[in-house]
């Protein structure tokens, strides 16, 4: 089985995020592993990763998957033998106040070399757009390892390369370094889906990240192009979970769309 990586439009779509991520990693099991749809069973890590109950063990049994949202899109990446991390931005501004007061906030989350490059981005936009690609990096090492909130980003640094990415070419120069010293046992590869919205998958050794000095390696895979999928392809061999609950739909078609905000004042 080769590595998987789709990704599906999310906009508008049924309401929520959430939803076309569920869809996208029981699509993935159901048609790489072959377990009826009904019968797969997820649950998550102590640090919230998904993984898969049944048992596979027999056949891939490093088998992983990992799930990102953002902007325009939902993410999914897989893979039956190397840990897996997947993380996607969306380049906006911040919601508040300039770009250097955004940047002076987040100053803790990455080391001095790579705010050098950041910062050495031509103009205000190009140094956000670069900003979000390496918190994508970062982002995707850490779901990888699945270590979640606490670890100190600036343990990771990136050199990032090239600078400058084409719309959905797969790249896989960028390095890592850990504790300042280069880890040739990650491979990153990084996508921009469009002109606002950058990927990044990690790829390491399952359960390697110990201490600085573990035994990691990867393998000079195939790259993947990502695959984008419709509401129709998620669902196109779905069954359902549950029986049909037809008070359901009507309920939440007679719910507005927009409640009118009710008045806090009293008389």
């Known amino acids: ?55 596979i063990l027999g056949i891939h049994p490093n088998f992983n998957f990992n799930v990102s949202h953002q902007g325009d899109y939902a993410v999914l990446a897989a893979e039956p033998e190397l840990q897996v991390g997947i993380d996607i931005m969306k380049t906006n501004l911040p919601g508040s106040g300039s770009v250097p007061d955004f940047f002076r906030i987040m100053k803790r ?97 399952p359960e390697v990240f110990v201490q600085k000095d573990s035994n990691v390696f990867s393998k000079d895979l195939t790259q993947p192009q990502f695959q984008v999928l419709t509401f129709d392809d998620l669902v196109a061999a779905g069954v359902p979970m549950a029986p049909e609950d037809p008070a359901y739909w009507d309920n939440f078609c007679s719910k507005q769309e927009c409640p009118a905000r009710q008045s806090t004042h009293s008389r």
């Open 1 to 55: 089985m080769s590595r998987c990586q789709h990704y599906v439009p999310y906009t508008g779509f049924l309401g929520g995020v959430q939803r076309a991520g569920r869809l996208l990693i029981r699509k993935l099991t159901a048609e790489q592993l072959w377990i009826p749809w009904n019968e797969i069973n997820l649950q998550r890590t102590s640090k919230g990763k998904p993984f898969l109950v049944n048992d």
């Open 109 to 205: 989350q990455f080391t001095e070399a790579e705010w050098r490059v950041i910062k050495s981005m031509n103009n205000e936009w190009i140094q956000l757009d670069m900003f979000y690609r390496h918190w994508a990096l970062k982002e995707s090492f850490i779901k990888a390892i699945g270590i979640g909130i606490g670890f100190n980003l600036q343990r990771i640094e990136f050199n990032a390369s090239p600078l400058q990415l084409e719309v959905g070419k797969v790249y896989k120069e960028t390095k890592m370094l850990l504790d300042g010293d280069k880890e040739e046992g990650w491979t990153f590869e990084e996508t921009r889906l469009d002109d606002l919205h950058h990927v990044a998958v990690a790829l390491g050794k």
